[in-house]
């Protein structure tokens, strides 16, 4: 942690050069004033994806659940000494602190930084690369309280995730293309054990069933984490939506996900969407010195 944090306080000297952000996000926002943030934020990203494989689907759940509370603006990462920051909130307990050390602080605004590293995080582990358009300001606002029924559940139908997405001016396609996130994610044995035990979901592969029951006996420590892509974990592919057909997904608001042609062009525009949820622009926020607090 603590090399980590030195090498982002030297990429931090390199991003100083950036200027006032403006309200159109865009691409090249930093061509002028920081040419080569991307590159800065990749090779950090690099260095701590060699560290640790976690930083991938760390860095991915804490853009997701970073955008869908108050926007993409950073809030997911202030941290509170009363714990009552949306970091603290029941639904983001679990986010991998490995995707907090991913963001690093600078002129350069924590959200664009996020985000950039969420592409770069895909793109390591054989995604689509895509241009992340740049500009956002960090919130004002990280509360505990705001969390509560926006962020997607495991066990919630298509019709309430849908609801979900829409608040956020995201479609159907968007939910199931954003869903093959999952091929990098795992999940803890408390969020599907229900599936096993319960209430049994007859759309579960037998042998997939009977796998899962051996990982994940009943009272076991719920925060067992078990691979979504049972087949390829570490490789972003549409694997993960062959297995769906097979009856091998864990959790029940997957299940409906099919036809996976052309997934990485989609889910490379379906994140471009997604990057634009409630960007905050003039005085709604701020560029923060350090991301964890606000200036």
Same mark, same amino acid.
């Given at each position: 942690?603590?090399s980590?944090?030195?090498l982002?306080?030297?990429a931090?000297l390199l991003?100083?050069?950036?200027g006032?952000?403006?309200?159109?996000?865009?691409?090249?926002?930093?061509?002028?004033?920081?040419? *080569?943030?991307?590159s800065?934020?990749?090779?950090?990203?690099?260095?701590?994806? $060699?560290?640790t494989?976690?930083?991938?689907?760390?860095?991915l759940?804490?853009?997701?659940?970073?955008?869908?509370?108050?926007?993409?603006?950073?809030?997911?990462i202030?941290?509170?000494?009363n714990?009552d =920051?949306?970091?603290? =909130?029941?639904e983001?307990?679990?986010? !991998?602190?490995?995707?907090?050390?991913?963001?690093?602080? /600078?002129?350069v605004?924590?959200?664009d930084?996020?985000a #950039?590293?969420?592409?770069?995080?895909?793109?390591?582990?054989?995604?689509?690369?895509?241009?992340v358009?740049?500009g956002? #300001?960090? /919130?004002?606002?990280?509360?505990?309280?705001?969390v =509560?029924?926006k #962020?997607?559940?495991? +066990?919630?139908s298509?019709?309430?995730?849908?609801?979900?997405?829409?608040?956020?001016n995201?479609?159907?396609?968007?939910?199931?293309?954003?869903?093959g996130?999952?091929t990098?994610?795992?999940a803890h044995?408390?969020?599907?054990s229900?599936?096993?035990?319960?209430?049994?979901?007859?759309?579960?592969?037998a *042998?997939?069933a009977?796998?899962?029951?051996? +990982?994940?006996p009943?009272?076991?420590?719920?925060?067992?984490?078990?691979? #979504?892509?049972?087949?390829?974990?570490?490789?972003f592919?549409?694997?993960?939506?062959?297995?769906?057909?097979?009856?091998?997904?864990?959790?029940?608001s997957?299940?409906?996900?099919?036809?996976?042609?052309g997934?990485?062009?989609?889910?490379?525009? !379906?994140? $471009?969407?997604?990057?634009?949820v409630? $960007?905050?622009?003039?005085?709604? /926020?701020?560029?923060?010195?350090?991301?964890?607090a606000?200036?």
């Open positions: 942690m603590e980590w944090s030195r982002l306080s030297l931090v991003l100083m050069a950036a006032k952000v403006e309200s159109q996000l865009r691409p090249d926002f930093y061509a002028s004033t920081c040419p *080569d943030v991307e800065i934020v990749r090779e950090e990203v690099r260095k701590k994806f $060699v560290q494989f976690v930083t991938v689907p760390a860095t759940r804490l853009f997701f659940h970073d955008c869908f509370v108050e926007g993409c603006d950073a809030s997911v202030i941290a509170s000494p714990g =920051a949306e970091k603290d =909130a029941d983001n307990i679990s986010l !991998a602190g490995d995707g907090f050390d991913t963001v690093m602080p /600078g002129v605004s924590c959200a930084i996020l #950039l590293a969420t592409r770069d995080v895909v793109v390591l582990t054989g995604g689509p690369s895509f241009a358009e740049l956002r #300001l960090d /919130g004002l606002i990280s509360q505990r309280s705001r =509560a029924g #962020l997607p559940k495991p +066990d919630q298509l019709d309430e995730l849908n609801a979900i997405f829409k608040q956020n995201l479609t159907e396609t968007d939910v199931i293309i954003l869903s996130a999952h990098l994610g795992f044995c408390g969020t599907f229900d599936r096993l035990y319960s209430n049994p979901d007859p759309t579960l592969n *042998d997939f009977r796998q899962l029951q051996d +990982d994940c009943r009272n076991v420590d719920p925060l067992v984490a078990i691979n #979504l892509d049972v087949n390829t974990p570490r490789t592919d549409n694997v993960f939506y062959s297995n769906l057909v097979e009856g091998k997904g864990l959790l029940r997957d299940q409906f996900a099919g036809d996976a042609a997934f990485g062009a989609a889910f490379a525009d !379906a994140m $471009v969407r997604l990057g634009r409630g $960007v905050k622009t003039g005085g709604d /926020g701020e560029i923060r010195r350090d991301c964890t606000f200036n």
